[in-house]
T-cell receptor, first 117, second 117 residues
Framework: AQKITQTQPGMFVQEKEAVTLDCTYD???????LFWYKQPSSGEMIFLIY??????QNATEGRYSLNFQKARKSANLVISASQLGDSAMYFC??????????????FGKGTKLSVKP | DVKVTQSSRYLVKRTGEKVFLECVQD?????MFWYRQDPGLGLRLIYF???????EKGDIPEGYSVSREKKERFSLILESASTNQTSMYLC????????????????FGPGTRLTVT
């Protein structure tokens, strides 16, 4: 079974609108972390936002927020006021702190976001 | 700023050649990682290292080996390159330890696009 599922291979959003990128995860570890990374066409992976499993508040970083619903095991990324420069691949990832992955990241397959002018 | 550099952005090699991909980080990080990225498959972990001269297999180690003789440098070796190793290779590093209160995010290099003909 996949540990990280991103169900949207590709998405379009109009410039200045908000967009939600979906991510669901599967773990039995009580302590874990969830990450979102952005990968522009240049190829480098850029860390955007982090949510720890014990965090009570949803994480926010500028125009990025993480909608963390622990019971549903979802960690959706919300980008407000989309900009043309947001066009990129977006990856959701999970780190299990006690599981067999030794604290390494497990990545989803990614969502390609295209922002239309 | 953390910097992770990779020796080449683009590389073209012939089937059967021995290929070295070099990665250097300047933040004194204990942990270093090699991933390959293929369309529709996301990032898959090849090998990682949590200390000098230590290495652990990731999810897809077959056909690859690694070397970590110095803390800042982690090399990926393709002993006999094959066409199915044509891919994007990403190196990453991370500081030691992990707990859900802290992100300890991985920092990525710019990637190497390897083509094996």
């Amino acid at each position: 079974a996949q540990k990280i599922t991103q169900t949207q291979p590709g998405m379009f959003v109009q410039e200045k609108e908000a967009v939600t990128l979906d991510c669901t995860y599967d773990t039995s570890d009580p302590s874990y972390g969830l990450f979102w990374y952005k990968q522009p066409s240049s190829g480098e992976m850029i860390f955007l936002i982090y949510q720890g499993s014990y965090d009570q508040q949803n994480a926010t970083e500028g125009r990025y927020s993480l909608n963390f619903q622990k019971a549903r095991k979802s960690a959706n990324l919300v980008i407000s006021a989309s900009q043309l420069g947001d066009s990129a691949m977006y990856f959701c990832a999970m780190r299990e702190d006690y599981g067999g992955s030794q604290g390494n990241l497990i990545f989803g397959k990614g969502t390609k976001l295209s922002v239309k002018p | 700023d953390v910097k992770v550099t990779q020796s080449s952005r683009y590389l073209v090699k012939r089937t059967g050649e021995k290929v070295f991909l070099e990665c250097v980080q300047d933040m004194d990080h204990e942990n270093m990682f090699w991933y390959r990225q293929d369309p529709g498959l996301g990032l898959r972990l090849i090998y990682f290292s949590y200390d000098v001269k230590m290495k652990e297999k990731g999810d897809i180690p077959e056909g690859y080996s690694v070397s970590r003789e110095k803390k800042e440098r982690f090399s990926l070796i393709l002993e006999s390159a094959s066409t199915n190793q044509t891919s994007m290779y990403l190196c990453a590093s991370r500081g030691g330890g992990f707990d859900s209160l802290s992100s300890y995010e991985q920092y990525f290099g710019p990637g190497t696009r390897l083509t094996v003909t």
